[in-house]
């Protein structure tokens, strides 16, 4: 595994960005995959269950819409629909935060541990452990992002009102945002350092690096849409095509488990993608992270000269 270590402290122009992330993509997405599902079968069980209860939701409320005669008549089962999408839609959303924190943090540590070990055979419990030690970190940093995201919404929604330039503008700020906090929260990690120092240390990087962080996180960001759009292909086209017999055949959904069934596995599938998402993005801003750290201090670079120093 060693002999096919790619070296991720090394400063590297934009394109070398991208390509660095699919070979890394490439040899670890199996290993990682791993650690993702060893560590969110608990949440993949509740996404689960928030899909089933939406699905229900939707079909009860588009069932009462068309007044089907099966759907017994009763006038309480409109609010049932109503408590199945609000029940379902809170317990999404309370496993998305979840995770997001889980797989942020997951992620960084995995592709810490990949340059501390220099393989990509990484023991799972290894990354867990070093997720784990800096839980109280991680949280406060979720925490002080709610007033951040605040402001930023209220800056996104200033600049969209703009005509034209506001919403180039709007979307440049917003890969800004992403590349800062996704390179802050990977400083916290690797160097261990408080929120703030972390936050300042990545706002200088991003800074000084503008236009190949935004480029790095809208180009990749647009990639990883694209394939992550690829896997769900197959999913959408068998409810396509379900969807399409259920119209054709007048078919009784609302009493039909084989449609609930495949609504909310396939509801579930498209969550589960999302997550997954999380992660491999800030894949992205790990990459960028090393190139901006190295370019900044050069950190790898003096400590090979050194070494080749002591051999002499």
Same mark, same amino acid.
């Given at each position: 595994? +060693?002999?096919? #270590?790619?070296?991720?402290?090394?400063?590297? $122009?934009?394109?070398?960005?991208?390509?660095?992330?699919?070979?890394?993509?490439?040899?670890?997405?199996?290993?990682?995959?791993?650690?993702?599902?060893?560590?969110?079968?608990?949440? &993949?069980?509740?996404?689960?269950?928030?899909?089933?209860? !939406?699905?229900?939701?939707?079909?009860?409320?588009?069932?009462?819409?068309?007044? #089907?005669?099966?759907?017994?008549?009763?006038?309480?089962? $409109?609010?049932?629909?109503? !408590?199945?999408?609000?029940?379902?839609?809170? &317990?999404?959303?309370?496993?998305?935060?979840?995770?997001?924190? @889980?797989?942020?943090? !997951?992620?960084?540590?995995?592709?810490?541990? #990949?340059? $501390?070990? +220099?393989?990509?055979?990484?023991? +799972?419990?290894?990354?867990?452990?070093?997720?784990?030690?800096?839980?109280?970190?991680?949280? @406060?940093?979720? &925490?002080?992002? *709610?007033?951040?995201?605040?402001?930023?919404?209220?800056?996104?929604?200033?600049?969209?009102?703009?005509?034209?330039?506001?919403?180039?503008?709007?979307?440049?700020?917003?890969?800004?945002?992403?590349?800062?906090?996704?390179?802050?929260?990977?400083?916290?990690?690797?160097?261990?350092?408080?929120?703030?120092?972390?936050?300042?240390?990545?706002?200088?990087?991003?800074?000084?690096? =503008?236009?190949?962080?935004?480029?790095?996180?809208?180009?990749?960001? !647009?990639?990883?849409?694209? @394939?992550?759009?690829?896997?769900?292909?197959?999913?959408?086209? *068998?409810?396509?095509?379900?969807?399409?017999?259920?119209?054709?055949?007048?078919?009784?959904?609302?009493?039909?488990?084989?449609?609930?069934?495949?609504?909310?596995?396939?509801?579930?599938?498209?969550?589960?993608?999302?997550?997954?998402?999380?992660?491999?993005?800030? =894949?992205?801003?790990?990459?960028?992270?090393?190139?901006?750290?190295?370019?900044?201090?050069?950190?790898?670079?003096?400590?090979? *000269?050194?070494?080749?120093?002591?051999? #002499?």
């Amino acid at each position: 595994m +060693k002999d096919n #270590y790619i070296p991720l402290r090394v400063n590297r $122009e934009f394109g070398e960005i991208i390509s660095t992330y699919f070979d890394f993509f490439k040899q670890n997405i199996k290993n990682f995959t791993n650690v993702f599902i060893s560590y969110n079968g608990i949440f &993949l069980v509740g996404l689960l269950i928030a899909s089933y209860l !939406l699905v229900s939701g939707f079909i009860g409320m588009i069932a009462h819409e068309y007044n #089907y005669e099966n759907v017994s008549g009763e006038i309480g089962l $409109e609010q049932n629909y109503y !408590l199945y999408l609000g029940f379902g839609g809170f &317990l999404f959303f309370v496993i998305f935060i979840c995770v997001a924190v @889980l797989n942020y943090s !997951l992620s960084s540590s995995y592709m810490i541990k #990949y340059v $501390e070990k +220099k393989s990509s055979d990484i023991d +799972k419990k290894e990354v867990w452990e070093y997720a784990k030690s800096q839980f109280g970190n991680i949280i @406060l940093f979720v &925490l002080l992002l *709610i007033p951040i995201y605040l402001v930023i919404l209220m800056a996104s929604f200033i600049l969209v009102i703009i005509p034209i330039l506001g919403i180039f503008a709007q979307y440049i700020f917003q890969f800004f945002i992403s590349a800062w906090i996704g390179v802050s929260f990977f400083d916290m990690l690797e160097k261990k350092k408080g929120i703030t120092d972390a936050l300042g240390e990545g706002w200088r990087l991003v800074t000084a690096n =503008f236009w190949k962080s935004v480029g790095v996180n809208f180009i990749l960001g !647009l990639l990883l849409g694209i @394939l992550l759009m690829i896997t769900l292909i197959v999913p959408a086209i *068998i409810i396509g095509v379900y969807t399409f017999h259920v119209v054709e055949n007048n078919v009784d959904y609302s009493h039909s488990i084989v449609t609930t069934i495949i609504y909310t596995l396939g509801t579930c599938f498209i969550l589960i993608i999302a997550v997954y998402g999380q992660c491999l993005s800030q =894949f992205v801003n790990g990459i960028l992270y090393y190139a901006l750290h190295e370019k900044t201090y050069n950190e790898n670079t003096r400590a090979s *000269i050194a070494q080749i120093g002591q051999n #002499y």
